[in-house]
């Protein structure tokens, strides 16, 4: 039994570091939505494939379905970089320091703007329209 564990965990870990290749529609559409980028750092979770890359010199996340239709992309921003409405919000509403920030674009929704911080051991994290208006807010555990 042990040994049945131990080989199933190698094989797990191993797969995890592996080049996940996504299927050629996934690959076409992403080519279409960003001409010259050629970033082979795909990952595959919770049924979307995942390509990481560097957009005008920014940390950038394109997200896409099995079947090759964009779900969304997410771009890193320093604070100053989101509009003046949403820093306006955050300053007034939260007193703790940004540890990330973001623009998210969505196939099916407006642009919104994310901000992480820690709270206390969670990870805090704010959506907001690009008036300020906050759309969400969820909390998760933060993994140290």
Same mark, same amino acid.
């Given at each position: 039994?042990?040994?049945?564990?131990?080989?199933?965990?190698?094989?797990?870990?191993?797969?995890?570091? !592996? !080049?996940i290749s996504p299927p050629p529609l996934?690959?076409?559409?992403?080519?279409?939505?960003?001409?010259?980028?050629?970033?082979?750092?795909?990952?595959?979770?919770?049924?979307?494939?995942?390509?990481?890359?560097?957009?005008?010199?920014? $940390?950038?996340?394109?997200?896409?379905?099995?079947?090759?239709?964009? $779900?969304?992309?997410?771009?890193?921003?320093?604070?100053?970089?989101?509009?003046?409405?949403?820093?306006?919000?955050?300053?007034?509403?939260?007193?703790?320091?940004?540890?990330?920030?973001?623009?998210?674009?969505?196939?099916?929704?407006?642009?919104?703007?994310?901000?992480?911080?820690?709270?206390?051991?969670?990870?805090?994290?704010?959506?907001?329209?690009?008036e300020g208006k906050q759309n969400e807010l969820s909390?998760?555990?933060? $993994?140290?």
């Amino acid at each position: 039994m042990i040994k049945t564990f131990l080989l199933i965990f190698t094989i797990s870990f191993f797969y995890s570091f !592996q !080049q996940i290749s996504p299927p050629p529609l996934v690959k076409e559409t992403f080519s279409k939505m960003y001409p010259g980028i050629t970033s082979k750092d795909w990952n595959y979770e919770d049924f979307v494939y995942i390509n990481s890359f560097q957009l005008k010199g920014k $940390k950038t996340k394109a997200k896409f379905t099995i079947d090759g239709k964009w $779900k969304e992309t997410e771009t890193d921003l320093t604070f100053s970089e989101l509009p003046i409405e949403v820093q306006t919000v955050y300053n007034t509403n939260f007193n703790s320091e940004v540890s990330r920030a973001g623009k998210i674009e969505r196939a099916d929704s407006e642009i919104v703007y994310s901000i992480e911080t820690l709270q206390d051991e969670s990870i805090l994290r704010i959506e907001y329209s690009g008036e300020g208006k906050q759309n969400e807010l969820s909390i998760k555990k933060n $993994k140290k």
